[in-house]
């Protein structure tokens, strides 16, 4: 079959058309994107794809995991870029976008769509595993047998409290990942905020009740120290019970924060 050359240009112009539209699209999604604007960082060191947290000292990089003040990543790339000529030492900061991030395995091995949070290492993002404050999340991959060795990869930048992880660890570690949820996520927080009150109130009750059968105990030997055994074994099963409603308590508490 003949081919008039017309058809054949239409047809090679379409091709081309489709091939640089994937093109573009492909590299689209590998650019960082967002606005980025001109922060003064207190930190001489910082470089590109570090990890800026507000502090009262200014804008720092951060050696704790899971930071309560993350703010956003250096880019030297942004899409678009508003620069304060009025400050000096100042770099780009994206706060929200796609952003090229210093990370580390000292968590594990980084997939796509992992949360990405501050680590001890300065400026360098980690793995996140459990409840707490997060930069973002991986659009790529990075596996690295050494931990110290430092790579990057495109983040999803959005730092938020993320509480979507399954509860682990004590009471303690949870209720605290309460207090640092309610500033970002009242609704999060309200679980936590529920088991406070039903601890609080299960030990208050059981205080109370303690100590009426205790004070009742005592006036009861006083009246008759014969039966001061009975009394006593009346006592300590009382403060047995008492002790179990509070166990009940707690576990009703925990139930709360991992369901």
Do not use: H, W
């Not at 994937?22 to 003064?40: D, L, N, R, T």
């Not at 993350?70 to 009025?86: A, K, L, R």
């Not at 994206?94 to 990405?116: L, R």
């Amino acid at each position: 079959m003949k081919y008039s050359a017309p058809i054949i240009f239409i047809a090679a112009f379409c091709l081309l058309t489709l091939v640089v539209s994937i093109s573009k699209a492909v590299y689209a999604q590998s650019k960082p994107s967002g606005v980025a604007i001109s922060i003064p960082i207190a930190d001489k060191n910082a470089k590109d794809g570090n990890i800026i947290s507000s502090s009262t000292k200014g804008y720092i990089l951060i050696n704790a995991p899971y930071d309560t003040s993350i703010y956003g990543v250096i880019t030297e790339d942004p899409s678009v870029f508003i620069e304060n000529v009025n400050l000096a030492d100042t770099k780009a900061v994206i706060t929200s976008g796609k952003a090229y991030v210093t990370v580390s395995t000292i968590n594990g091995e980084i997939e796509v769509n992992d949360f990405i949070t501050t680590s001890e290492i300065k400026g360098v993002g980690q793995k996140a595993k459990i409840n707490g404050f997060v930069l973002g999340t991986a659009l790529e991959s990075y596996s690295e047998p050494d931990k110290n060795k430092i790579g990057k990869i495109l983040v999803s930048v959005n730092p938020r409290y993320n509480g979507s992880f399954t509860a682990q660890g004590n009471l303690l570690e949870l209720l605290r990942g309460g207090l640092d949820a309610f500033p970002l996520s009242p609704l999060a927080s309200l679980r936590y905020i529920l088991a406070a009150i039903i601890v609080a109130t299960t030990f208050i009750l059981g205080f109370m009740y303690f100590g009426k059968v205790a004070r009742t105990g005592v006036e009861a030997l006083g009246r008759n120290p014969l039966a001061g055994r009975s009394i006593t074994l009346g006592i300590l099963f009382n403060l047995l019970l008492t002790l179990g409603i509070m166990a009940i308590g707690l576990a009703i508490a925990y139930l709360i924060l991992i369901l």
